[in-house]
């Protein structure tokens, strides 16, 4: 079996990122026990990244490197931005956690797109956040190996995603 369109494939992988100042820096490992399953042919990851992985079998190998116009783009500084501190406030009381740098908060944009940003500052402005995708502005480069490939079923091709373990239960 070879992946292929309409495959369920597990693969596990080394990325490494480069922002152009840091050289390839370790960024995530997914380890062969616990691969990444994703369902080919559904824009599920970066298009050069499938590219390399089609017509491969269990046990293949594959070494993909992907410029960060490929990846996630270019980091704009216009994506930063200060939110008031009591717009923070209208989801939820008790169960509101507190807001602190680090944190990733999933908000909506004004065509209400779901996007996440990050808590880079807080001060008397407000809640400075971070719209761009953490690796903005990285070429990635990615090591790993074919673990699993499968038929998928009916029900995920019509979903567009991986069902059961290690893709959506409902
Ligand atoms: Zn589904």
Same mark, same amino acid.
């Given at each position: 079996?070879?992946? !292929?369109?309409?495959?369920?494939?597990?693969?596990?992988?080394?990325?490494?990122?480069?922002?152009? $100042?840091?050289?390839?820096?370790?960024? %995530? $490992?997914?380890?062969?026990? &616990?691969?990444?399953?994703?369902?080919?042919?559904?824009?599920?990851?970066?298009?050069?990244?499938? !590219?390399?992985?089609?017509?491969?079998?269990?046990?293949?190998?594959?070494?993909?490197?992907?410029?960060?116009?490929? &990846?996630?783009?270019?980091?704009?500084?216009?994506?930063?931005?200060?939110?008031?501190?009591? #717009?923070?406030?209208?989801?939820?009381?008790?169960?509101? %956690?507190? /807001?602190?740098?680090?944190?990733?908060?999933?908000?909506?944009?004004?065509?209400? #797109?779901?996007?996440?940003? %990050?808590?880079?500052?807080?001060?008397? /402005?407000?809640?400075?956040?971070?719209?761009?995708?953490?690796?903005?502005?990285?070429?990635?480069?990615?090591?790993?190996?074919?673990?699993?490939?499968?038929?998928? !079923?009916?029900? %995920?091709?019509?979903?567009?995603?991986?069902?059961? /373990?290690?893709?959506?239960?409902?």
């Amino acid at each position: 079996m070879q992946v !292929e369109k309409n495959k369920v494939i597990g693969i596990s992988y080394r990325l490494k990122a480069d922002n152009g $100042e840091t050289g390839m820096q370790p960024w %995530e $490992e997914v380890p062969e026990t &616990a691969p990444f399953l994703f369902l080919v042919g559904t824009d599920s990851v970066f298009p050069k990244f499938e !590219e390399a992985l089609i017509g491969k079998s269990i046990g293949d190998e594959f070494s993909v490197f992907i410029d960060f116009d490929n &990846a996630y783009g270019d980091y704009y500084e216009e994506r930063k931005t200060v939110i008031p501190k009591s #717009n923070f406030k209208q989801q939820g009381t008790e169960k509101r %956690e507190p /807001l602190k740098v680090g944190k990733v908060v999933p908000m909506q944009d004004e065509k209400g #797109n779901q996007i996440k940003g %990050e808590i880079i500052k807080i001060n008397y /402005l407000g809640v400075h956040m971070d719209f761009n995708p953490p690796l903005a502005g990285y070429d990635l480069s990615f090591e790993g190996k074919i673990i699993s490939i499968r038929d998928a !079923e009916p029900e %995920e091709i019509t979903h567009g995603h991986v069902h059961g /373990l290690g893709g959506q239960n409902h």
